[in-house]
Every structure is written in structure tokens, then in C-alpha cells.
């Protein structure tokens, strides 16, 4: 455990603290400065004093590793009072084996999530794990979760077209999740790029209209099935950009296609090289 020294500061001195990390890119872009942003620093600044003494400490302790950026993404702070699932400590979850036992071993062979778990994408098991470590509290919530995972069984039972599609589509796709994470930390190679958009290429012309959602009455399930139609356009639009076999080899100079014109100029500089 690391004890951070001189870390929690008064409520006085915490207050300023934030006040000068929060102003810092309002006076930087006066000029461009939205609502959205003085809302993010209001937002702060309205929180109980406690919290406000715990996020300056937070703040002082990303300083160190340059990470302090990330509570600028104040969208994840909500009240407790709001969250639709229970938190559960790491104690809670040991102590009801819902990922590993108690015997000893510390294996995952008879603990809840092992009974639980067919999932076949690694993105799909990572999905079930925080249902499972975060129960829903909230009942509208988990009526509609409920509704959609029936409805999924209903489906698969009577191998309906839709579920039989999205069941063999999901066994050919890469980990889409951790793609997208490495996508927009800039910590993706081209290869792995190339690769996420055919996946969402192959997943846009599997379900190519939005009519296949009608088949569904759960609300969520409506969502999934008609969102694909929507980014096919985006997808094609940016694979024409890209040069299959430069990413795939992550030839960085030669990655965008080139349009008639632009090659007409790349021959004649060139020939005047």
C-alpha cells in the first residue's frame, strides 16, 4: 500500500488546488471555451468538501505519472445515490466465489462465473463480467436487461435468422473492444487497424438495414440490431482511404490511397526529383 504524503490537504487549500487545474484550460482557450466546459469546472466545485479534499489528493497522485488529464472526463462522476448497480468490494466478491473459490486453490472451477460463462468473445466475457460483479438495483433497468436476454433464448431456440447471423458473426470477430481502447489512446498498430474496420465492415453488411430490429420487441435488442446500418457509410469511407496491404504490413509511409490527381503529382515530383 502506498501512503501518499502531504497529499490531503485542508478544504481551503484542496479547493484552490482544483480551482487552478480546472481554470487552467478555460484561461488557455478563452477565446474557444464552451458551456460544456464551465459546466465541467462548476461541476466540480459543487462537490461536497470530503470529496473535494479525496479528488485533490487524486489529483496530486496523477500529477506524478502525467495522468492527471483523465479527470477531465468528468462524465464518470456521479452521485452513489444514482448508480443503477450495487459496488461490491473485492472482500464481497471473494467471500461469494463469484470469480474464484475459497478452497484454497484460488481457481476459477466452481465459482459462479465458471458456471456462468459461454461466452465467445473475449469483449462479450469481459460484458458478463461486470453484470455479474455489479448487479442491477435499478428495477426499470433490470426489467429490460431481463427482457432482451428472454427474448435472445426465445430466439435461439427456435434458430431464428437474426441470433443464428449475429451467432456466427461474433465467433469471426477480433477483440473489438481493446481494439477501440488502443483506437483512441493512439496505441493501435495499422494492422490492427485495418483489421477493426473490415470487422465493422463484415458486422454493417451482415445486418445492411435497419428492418432486421423490427423482428425484436425488446427495447435493447431494437438498438443492437439496427445500429450496424448506421456506420457502414463511415467504414467505407475511411477503408477507401486506407491502403489494405501497407497497414497490414504497418508501412506507415504508404497507408493512404492515393486519388488520380494526387498520383499524377507524387509521378511528376518524381520525375522532376
Same mark, same amino acid.
Given at each position: 500500500?502506498?501512503?501518499?504524503?502531504?497529499?490531503?490537504?485542508?478544504?481551503?487549500?484542496?479547493?484552490?488546488?482544483?480551482?487552478?487545474?480546472?481554470?487552467?484550460?478555460?484561461? =488557455?482557450? @478563452?477565446?474557444?471555451?464552451?458551456?460544456?466546459?464551465? !459546466?465541467?469546472?462548476?461541476?466540480?466545485?459543487?462537490?461536497?468538501?470530503?470529496?473535494?479534499?479525496?479528488?485533490?489528493?487524486?489529483?496530486?497522485?496523477?500529477?506524478?505519472?502525467?495522468?492527471?488529464?483523465?479527470?477531465?472526463?468528468?462524465?464518470?462522476?456521479?452521485?452513489?445515490? =444514482?448508480?443503477?448497480?450495487?459496488?461490491? @468490494?473485492?472482500?464481497?466478491?471473494?467471500?461469494?466465489?463469484?470469480?474464484?473459490?475459497?478452497?484454497?486453490?484460488?481457481?476459477?472451477?466452481?465459482?459462479?462465473?465458471?458456471?456462468?460463462?459461454?461466452?465467445?468473445?473475449?469483449?462479450?466475457?469481459?460484458?458478463?463480467?461486470?453484470?455479474?460483479?455489479?448487479?442491477?438495483?435499478?428495477?426499470?433497468?433490470?426489467?429490460?436487461?431481463?427482457?432482451?436476454?428472454?427474448?435472445?433464448?426465445?430466439?435461439?431456440?427456435?434458430?431464428?435468422?437474426?441470433?443464428?447471423?449475429?451467432?456466427?458473426?461474433?465467433? !469471426?470477430?477480433?477483440?473489438?473492444?481493446?481494439?477501440?481502447?488502443?483506437?483512441?489512446?493512439?496505441?493501435?498498430?495499422?494492422?490492427?487497424?485495418?483489421?477493426?474496420?473490415?470487422?465493422?465492415?463484415?458486422?454493417?453488411?451482415?445486418?445492411?438495414?435497419?428492418?432486421?430490429?423490427? =423482428?425484436?420487441?425488446?427495447?435493447?435488442?431494437?438498438?443492437?440490431?439496427?445500429?450496424?446500418?448506421?456506420?457502414?457509410?463511415?467504414?467505407?469511407?475511411?477503408?477507401?482511404?486506407?491502403? =489494405?496491404?501497407?497497414?497490414?504490413?504497418?508501412?506507415?509511409?504508404?497507408?493512404?490511397?492515393?486519388?488520380?490527381?494526387?498520383?499524377?503529382?507524387?509521378?511528376?515530383?518524381?520525375?522532376? @526529383?
Amino acid at each position: 500500500m502506498e501512503r501518499l504524503k502531504g497529499a490531503f490537504l485542508d478544504a481551503s487549500p484542496a479547493r484552490v488546488h482544483l480551482t487552478d487545474f480546472y481554470e487552467r484550460p478555460l484561461k =488557455q482557450h @478563452s477565446h474557444s471555451a464552451s458551456s460544456r466546459d464551465v !459546466q465541467i469546472y462548476s461541476k466540480v466545485l459543487d462537490l461536497p468538501t470530503p470529496v473535494i479534499i479525496c479528488l485533490s489528493a487524486l489529483l496530486h497522485h496523477l500529477i506524478d505519472f502525467e495522468l492527471e488529464h483523465v479527470l477531465l472526463l468528468t462524465k464518470g462522476f456521479t452521485p452513489f445515490s =444514482q448508480i443503477g448497480h450495487m459496488v461490491l @468490494s473485492g472482500t464481497t466478491l471473494k467471500a461469494l466465489e463469484i470469480f474464484e473459490t475459497e478452497d484454497g486453490s484460488g481457481g476459477a472451477k466452481g465459482a459462479l462465473m465458471w458456471v456462468l460463462d459461454h461466452t465467445v468473445t473475449k469483449f462479450g466475457g469481459r460484458l458478463l463480467r461486470r453484470w455479474v460483479s455489479k448487479p442491477l438495483v435499478d428495477v426499470d433497468m433490470l426489467r429490460e436487461r431481463i427482457g432482451a436476454v428472454e427474448e435472445v433464448i426465445e430466439f435461439t431456440k427456435e434458430e431464428k435468422l437474426p441470433i443464428v447471423k449475429m451467432r456466427g458473426l461474433l465467433c !469471426q470477430l477480433p477483440d473489438l473492444e481493446k481494439s477501440l481502447a488502443r483506437i483512441h489512446y493512439t496505441q493501435c498498430p495499422l494492422s490492427d487497424l485495418i483489421a477493426t474496420l473490415f470487422a465493422f465492415h463484415k458486422i454493417a453488411t451482415t445486418f445492411p438495414t435497419t428492418s432486421v430490429a423490427s =423482428q425484436f420487441t425488446s427495447s435493447l435488442l431494437k438498438d443492437i440490431f439496427s445500429a450496424p446500418s448506421t456506420i457502414r457509410g463511415l467504414v467505407e469511407r475511411y477503408l477507401s482511404l486506407l491502403d =489494405q496491404e501497407a497497414c497490414t504490413k504497418n508501412t506507415k509511409r504508404d497507408i493512404f490511397t492515393l486519388t488520380e490527381d494526387e498520383t499524377v503529382m507524387t509521378d511528376a515530383r518524381k520525375e522532376g @526529383s
